[in-house]
């Protein structure tokens, strides 16, 4: 990989070199379209549902030998996790994963499922509680987002949209932690693409962080109330703010109807998202018209869904994406 610029921004080159290590290993996903001029990345179809594999993997890869076998370490609410474990179980070696006390049932089954060894402690704790797991077992902290070689790894998404879509004028990109929106960000830099961010708002840290010009942290238990459970960081990592100052041209919010309605909206054209999932198509259905009409694509971010959640979302009705 090429050494990030003096502002600490990654760009295509680094984004190239991840995606040579990523070669059969991570799914190159479709990009389908859903109406004229909009169409999305369908990362829920890669091996554990959601694009976390590619920044795991990339970053797990890159680490010696030596290292590597003393196993995986990181925190995860389930996508990062799993994600993680898929990559530990390929590699050969132990992994352990933090989990915070409010995660998703079915993420955290799916996490042990791959034999992840799994501590759960509450939200606020479990940063500490991973440095203590690499302290005693001398493992390798991959963390969710904020590393160079996890946002590497990560867009490889933009890659390839730009790739099998030249003309593209607009990515709308789920924002939590920021590491797929860095990433993407990265991959498209110089290209003219204009990169977007879409964020819960219950959980709408990046936006607030670029009306002030620097990080805005949210409460823990604001940002616990969105269903979106994959996009529930309270603040922008620090490798990850830049890139979304410098290389992301706005950010928008969503309420939880309207990440409940983009959901309907894309199980019914047959993209079994999950909550997190649906809020970049949330995002893009929230642009003015003139935004709207440019050519887009929105990135599902995983389809691992809550099973009660989505049954209660679908019963409401299924309208169809306009």
């Known amino acids: 990989m090429t050494e990030p610029d003096p502002a600490g921004l990654l760009g295509p080159d680094d984004v190239a070199a991840a995606a040579a290590v990523l070669e059969g290993v991570a799914e190159r ?34 680490l010696d030998a030596d290292r590597r076998a003393a196993g995986l370490v990181t925190h995860s609410s389930g996508n990062h996790g799993r994600a993680l474990a898929w990559v530990a179980r390929r590699l050969g070696v132990p992994c352990t994963v933090v989990v915070p006390d409010d995660a998703v049932a079915a993420k955290v089954e799916a996490m042990a499922a791959l034999g992840a060894r799994l501590v759960r402690v509450p939200a606020d704790e479990r940063e500490a509680a991973a440095a203590r797991v690499v302290a005693e077992t001398g493992g390798a902290y991959i963390p969710p987002y904020d590393h160079p070689d996890v946002i590497a790894g990560q867009g490889t998404v933009g890659a390839e949209i730009l790739a099998g879509r030249p ?64 996009l529930r960081a309270t603040v922008l990592g620090e490798l990850t703010w ?29 993209v079994p998202c999950e909550a997190s999932g649906a809020v970049a198509t949330a995002g893009y259905l929230a642009l003015p ?21 989505l049954a209660g979302v679908l019963a409401a009705g299924v309208p169809t994406v306009r």
């Open 29 to 62: 996903t479709p990009v389908e379209d859903l109406a004229a001029g909009f169409a999305v990345k369908r990362e829920d179809l890669q091996p554990i549902g959601a694009f976390k594999l590619r920044g795991a993997f990339h970053a797990a890869s890159r």
């Open 167 to 230: 003309d593209v004028e607009q990515v709308v990109v789920p924002i939590g932690g920021g590491g797929l929106i860095s990433g993407i960000a990265a991959a498209l830099r110089g290209s003219g693409v204009r990169v977007l961010g879409a964020e819960p708002e219950l959980a709408g840290d990046a936006a607030a962080s670029k009306r002030a010009g620097e990080r805005v942290r949210f409460p823990r238990e604001q940002v616990a109330a969105t269903v979106a459970d994959g």
């Open 289 to 309: 018209e003139a935004d709207r009409a440019r050519r887009t694509v929105a990135v599902v971010s995983g389809g691992n869904v809550d099973p009660a959640w």
């Open 242 to 270: 830049p890139h979304v100052r410098d290389l992301v041209a706005d950010v928008v919010t969503v309420d939880e109807e309207a990440i409940a309605d983009a959901t309907r909206r894309l199980h019914a054209r047959g």
